[in-house]
């Protein structure tokens, strides 16, 4: 079965959209995954971790799924903007090459707050979980929305 695409909805509007809806997504599977896997370490650790051993990555991967909702919508918001803004005057090279920027620019304050009350290996452990997250997350976001743009201007 061939996939057809209307061009008339691969618009700069709906792409923004997208990149809200896929930045939203992209922060909570990166949030929930990152959280899960490392609880689900640390607790494996102890032999005798019983039921913690199952139930404790889910309520840090839920935590954690949270956070990266919160993060991915606000960043999600930022690149639809920036989307809007920039698409029509330079074009969807540039602003995929700078959608990590963008994320990163709404992320690593949000992640200060986080890592503020900690000493400076905590600060150093968070800030850094949080580039390796936000620039996963862009780097999907961003190829996802190029492919889209330059189907958009072949068709």
Do not use: K
Request: net charge positive; glycine share 12%; charged share 10%.
């Amino acid at each position: 079965m061939v996939l057809v695409r209307e061009p008339a909805l691969n618009t700069t509007r709906r792409r923004a959209a997208q990149v809200f809806g896929e930045s939203a997504a992209c922060g909570y599977s990166l949030g929930f995954g990152s959280a899960f896997l490392i609880t689900f370490v640390l607790v494996a650790v102890d032999a005798h971790g019983g039921v913690a051993a199952i139930i404790y990555p889910f309520l840090a991967g839920a935590f954690g799924g949270t956070l990266g909702l919160t993060v991915g919508l606000l960043a999600g918001a930022a690149g639809a903007l920036y989307v809007r803004a920039v698409e029509p005057g330079l074009g969807a090279r540039v602003v995929a090459w700078f959608l990590p920027a963008v994320g990163l620019l709404v992320t690593l304050p949000i992640a200060w707050l986080f890592a503020r009350p900690g000493n400076a290996g905590w600060r150093v452990l968070v800030l850094s979980i949080a580039v390796v997250l936000t620039l996963i997350g862009s780097a999907i976001v961003a190829s996802r929305y190029l492919r889209r743009a330059e189907w958009a201007s072949v068709h």
